[in-house]
């Protein structure tokens, strides 16, 4: 059973730093692409990142580039999200996905980032 | 950039009856375009892909058409079930993926 579990989530002040993890497993996760999207309470889903198979290349929305870094270690079957200069606008769930043929997504269950004074 | 755009925002729905989701796209995507359906408090389910191709596990009265900039999701009979939101997502522009805005289907 694929299964995607993140964590690193919580409550930060504005300006602050997280980094979000995502566990993988259930499949040979060095074999496929992941995307982080995240929801704001109430809204829809938006875009994030992309990282490739092999963490080569790398994308990012225009609202978290220069802030948010994407990365994965495949000998640890995880990807992750290091967010800095975090603001209000980034307050929300944050799924990974898994890409499993170019743009369909399998996902986590989301980890919540708050972002507070 | 691509823009999605659902249509309606909120769909009311008698168990049983028909519900039509339009997602209009601002250009080709050809057939690159998948459904995802969102309950509350869990994450998004895959249901169409490639416009009308069902995901594994998905009931057969889900179904998907449309190409170019113009898709439907259409629920041929709804059950308590599928009130939830739906949302539809380009993967023309692969990675570089985007979703519309969400379709709530709510109990009339």
């Known amino acids: 059973e694929v299964q995607l579990v993140e964590s690193g989530g919580g409550i930060v002040q504005p300006g602050g730093s997280l980094r979000l993890s995502c566990a993988a497993s259930?499949?040979?996760?060095?074999?496929?692409?992941i995307h982080w999207v995240r929801q704001a309470p109430g809204k829809g889903l938006e875009w994030v990142s992309y990282?490739?198979?092999?963490?080569?290349?790398?994308h990012y929305a225009d609202s978290v580039k220069g802030r948010f870094t994407i990365s994965r270690d495949n000998a640890k079957d995880s990807v992750f999200l290091q967010m800095n200069g975090l603001t209000a606008e980034d307050t929300a769930v944050y799924y990974c996905a898994r890409d499993w043929d170019g743009g369909k997504l399998d996902w986590g269950q989301g980890t919540l980032v708050t972002v507070s004074s | 950039e691509v823009v999605m755009t659902q249509s309606p925002a909120t769909l009311s729905v008698s168990p049983g009856e028909r519900a039509t989701l339009s997602c209009r796209v601002s250009?080709?995507?050809?057939?690159?375009l998948a459904w995802y359906q969102q309950k509350p408090g869990q994450a998004p389910r895959l249901l169409i892909y490639?416009?009308?191709k069902r995901a594994a596990g998905i009931a057969d009265r889900f179904s998907g058409s449309g190409s170019g900039t113009e898709f439907t999701l259409t629920i041929s009979s709804l059950q308590s079930e599928d009130f939830a939101v739906y949302y539809c997502q380009q993967y023309n522009n692969w990675p570089l993926i985007t979703f519309g805005g969400g379709t709530k289907v709510e109990i009339k």
């Open positions: 250009q080709s995507v050809s057939g690159n």
């Open positions: 490639a416009a009308s």
């Open positions: 990282i490739s198979t092999s963490g080569a290349s790398r």
């Open positions: 259930g499949f040979r996760f060095s074999s496929y692409s």
